[in-house]
């Protein structure tokens, strides 16, 4: 297909990685990108970006990832509860600052032809060419203007979360919870250049009215940082900070949004990265969504007839990836809004919980990387030492003898028939598949807070899965159906 024109809207990772890509592809196609703020001005602090999405980048661009490496920073990741932290080793996992990756791809976009116009809202009305890609974020205006049509539906969900930052780097990754006289805050945080590291606080919304953070929220105006709550978030993380206070960046509590559109294009529109879908920030996917959506959109552009097929097959060809991380970052959402609660696991055995959280990661993978912590989470599982892991970990989970709710299990799989409900012990469903069995896995934990024992009725071919909630405290007993 010929392609004379294509119109950008949004200069975020994923508008300028789309209209590098796409001028390099099509050198003879004029791509214009518009940008509302002028380079200088950007939100937010460091993102991580995995060894995956690093992968990918570098088959789509090897050029622009090395600029983007050069300018990042690797680390390690650790979990602290109370006074003991477990490192994880973690194999390439970068972070680079949002202004640094913004900078990288705003001059690798020049460097290919790319014609960038800052100043001023543009609105997709006013934009005429043969495809406009709408790259304008969480707060997309042409999502709205075509809300319909897009099948948009955006959700907010009760946590908050504040993003702002240290100037020094942390030794490593860490996930950290301090109960102050209000409640619990947690922090995500990661260093991502040699002064400075993101750190993100989240709380849940009683913590948040408590420590009077509504009233600070409503005086803090736009362009300002909260700087009451960096006061007392650096107070109440002194010790991770090492004295040292947060930074602000026009920082402010926030809401998480989940967006989902039923249809990514209409017309000659079509909507990448933010704009189109969001992926909670605790599984640190927002840029890798929106930079290899900007990959399969070029290669659609590339190869399709006309626009409208080839819109048509970057969203079938991208969906399913965009839609399962979606579901993984929601399961990880619900783990953090409870991460409280767990407070009272052993940080090893929290890890395990932690790592399986949203079935992504299996209880064997995580052992591979960590034989350490995951025999000293086995060994809390079990109540006994355990010197390393198991060769075959899943049966020896399966195997492990339990005492609750006034009788002792030789396994933690119960035989057919025996997994009867009580006031003490709490019988669900798995259902068929893996999502059905993650989601009873997660009401099995919730149940397990109020003092009932679970068992849950698997699928055997779901065993795997299974070994995961058990090892990780989420459920007590399990039942093959
Ligand atoms: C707290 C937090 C932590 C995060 N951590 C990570 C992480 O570790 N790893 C990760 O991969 N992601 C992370 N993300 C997500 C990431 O920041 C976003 O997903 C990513 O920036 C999306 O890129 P985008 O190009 O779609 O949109 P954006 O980066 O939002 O860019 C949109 C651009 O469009 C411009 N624009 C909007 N409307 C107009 C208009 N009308 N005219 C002109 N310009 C316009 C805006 O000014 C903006 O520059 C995090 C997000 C948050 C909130």
């Not at 990387?369 to 000293?376: D, F, K, N, Y």
């Not at 892991?389 to 025996?418: C, K, M, N």
């Not at 993650?438 to 299974?466: I, M, N, Q, Y």
């Amino acid at each position: 297909m010929e392609l004379r024109s294509v119109a950008v809207l949004g200069g975020g990772p994923g508008g300028l990685y789309f209209a590098r890509l796409m001028k390099l592809r099509r050198p003879e196609c004029a791509v214009t990108l518009y940008e509302q703020s002028p380079p200088s001005a950007t939100f937010g602090f460091g993102v991580g970006l995995a060894t995956a999405t690093q992968r990918r980048l570098a088959e789509a661009d090897p050029a622009s990832l090395r600029e983007v490496v050069a300018r990042a920073w690797s680390h390690e990741m650790s979990m602290s509860v109370d006074d003991v932290t477990v490192a994880l080793p973690a194999d390439d996992l970068i972070a680079i600052g949002r202004a640094e990756l913004l900078e990288v791809l705003r001059a690798q976009a020049i460097a290919a032809g790319v014609d960038i116009r800052y100043g001023g809202r543009v609105a997709v009305d006013d934009l005429d060419a043969d495809v406009v890609v709408a790259a304008d974020g969480v707060n997309s205006a042409t999502r709205e203007r075509f809300a319909t049509e897009f099948g948009a539906r955006v959700e907010q969900h009760d946590g908050l979360y504040l993003w702002c930052g240290t100037d020094f780097a942390l030794p490593r990754a860490v996930f950290r919870a301090e109960t102050g006289e209000h409640g619990t805050f947690v922090a995500h945080a990661y260093p991502y250049r040699r002064d400075r590291s993101t750190f993100l606080v989240e709380t849940d919304p009683e913590t948040w009215r408590r420590a009077g953070f509504d009233a600070t929220t409503a005086a803090t105006p736009p362009e300002r940082s909260d700087d009451a709550s960096l006061g007392y978030l650096s107070t109440l993380f002194a010790d991770t900070l090492r004295g040292s206070g947060l930074v602000g960046n026009r920082t402010r509590w926030l809401r998480f949004r989940t967006v989902t559109c039923a249809r990514w294009h209409h017309g000659t529109t079509v909507l990448l990265g933010d704009a189109a879908s969001t992926a909670h920030y605790s599984i640190g996917s927002g840029t890798k969504l929106a930079m290899e959506s900007g990959i399969a959109l070029v290669e659609a552009l590339d190869t399709g007839t006309d626009v409208e097929s080839a819109l048509a097959a970057f969203e079938s060809a991208r969906r399913p990836a965009v839609e399962h991380l979606q579901d993984i970052a929601r399961r990880s959402m619900l783990w953090w809004d409870d991460f409280p609660r767990r407070l009272d696991m052993p940080v090893e055995q929290l890890l395990i919980a932690y790592m399986t959280r949203a079935g992504k990661v299996s209880l064997g993978q995580f052992a591979r990387q960590a034989p350490a912590v995951v025999a000293a989470g086995l060994g809390q599982y079990a109540g006994a030492p355990v010197e390393r892991v198991p060769e075959d970990a899943v049966s020896w989970v399966l195997d492990r003898p339990l005492t609750t709710a006034g009788r002792s299990w030789p396994t933690r799989v119960v035989p057919r028939g025996e997994l009867v409900g009580s006031d003490r012990v709490a019988v669900l469903d798995a259902g068929r598949t893996r999502q059905t069995a993650l989601a009873a896995f997660d009401a099995g934990e919730r149940l397990r807070r109020t003092g009932r024992s679970v068992g849950v009725r698997v699928p055997r071919g779901l065993r795997d899965l299974a070994a995961d909630a058990l090892a990780g405290g989420r459920v007590d007993l399990v039942e093959w159906v």
